[in-house]
């Protein structure tokens, strides 16, 4: 569970977000949306304490952050950044990253590290990929392995920023799935995305930020109807009832 209490994000001389107060529970898939430069990033970053808040407070799992650790932090919550460069190592070994939390300098994988290695790829689809190097990979393929790196994190929260980025759309629809799958499993899970539509079909919950501030909070059908989306972003969303869900589309 991740709780935020009149937080204020940005840098020193500019504040980005102002007075935001949240609670993003486990099981629950929330993608954060907005304009460009709206803070989503910053926000995200200063959830996880890579970034200064400038005010209020921060909870992960009823710890207020200040007082956890680097290596505590990592414990309980992983963080996938929009823009990642493409080490130079195989698939098995970035997704081996993922226990950097656990292992004590010079880092020695134990027998468990590398089970939960195994069990990560193995959740993403991604176990004949192991042994490939990661620049080898297409676009879709290195996202299963930063997933099954996030995987092996073994945390209770998950942060994603734009991970369907740069994706084809069938793409970026299996990284939802993973996404989803892993709220399914009880992680609270919060991501940035860009694509309103597939915002709008995928999450358990949209919040929307604009003009430094939260607009909007709830379920996407309710905010698809309230008017939000059309304010905020200045288009007009329609949906259709489909055998297998609600469809959303700009009119």
């Known amino acids: ?28 898939l929330t993608v954060l949306a907005g304009p460009n430069g709206c803070g989503k990033s910053t926000f995200l970053r200063t959830i996880l304490g890579l970034q ?10 009823g710890q207020a952050l200040e007082r956890l650790t680097p290596r505590q932090r990592a414990r309980r919550i992983s963080y996938l950044a929009q823009s990642r460069n493409v080490p130079d190592i ?5 997704v081996l990253h993922g226990r950097f939390p656990y292992l004590d300098y010079p880092r020695r994988y134990r027998p468990e590290d ?9 959740q993403v689809d991604a ?19 930063y997933f099954a790196m996030v995987l092996a994190q073994d945390t209770q929260n998950v ?10 759309v069938s793409c970026q629809l299996e990284v939802m799935a993973l996404a989803r799958r892993m709220a399914d499993e009880g992680r609270t899970v919060v991501l940035v995305l860009h694509d309103l539509c597939l915002a709008l079909r995928a999450a358990d919950r949209l919040v929307v930020f604009a ?19 059309e304010r905020v972003f200045g288009v007009t969303v329609r949906r259709v009832q489909t055998a ?3 469809r959303y589309y700009y009119a």
């Open 90 to 94: 195989n698939a098995r070994r970035m």
């Open 52 to 61: 200064p808040r400038l005010g209020g407070g921060i909870w992960l799992d």
């Open 1 to 28: 569970m991740i709780q935020l209490e009149s937080l204020r994000a940005g840098y020193p001389a500019r504040s980005v977000l102002e007075d935001v107060t949240l609670t993003f529970g486990p099981g629950e």
């Open 244 to 246: 297998s869900g609600w």
């Open 211 to 229: 003009e430094g501030r939260l607009q909007a909070d709830g379920p996407p059908e309710k905010l698809c109807a309230d008017g939000v989306l």
């Open 127 to 145: 176990l004949e990929l192991a042994e490939r190097p990661m620049a080898e990979l297409s676009g879709g393929q290195r996202q299963r392995i």
């Open 159 to 168: 942060l994603l920023d734009e991970p369907t980025a740069y994706l084809d």
């Open 114 to 122: 590398q089970l939960a290695v195994r069990r990560a790829l193995e």
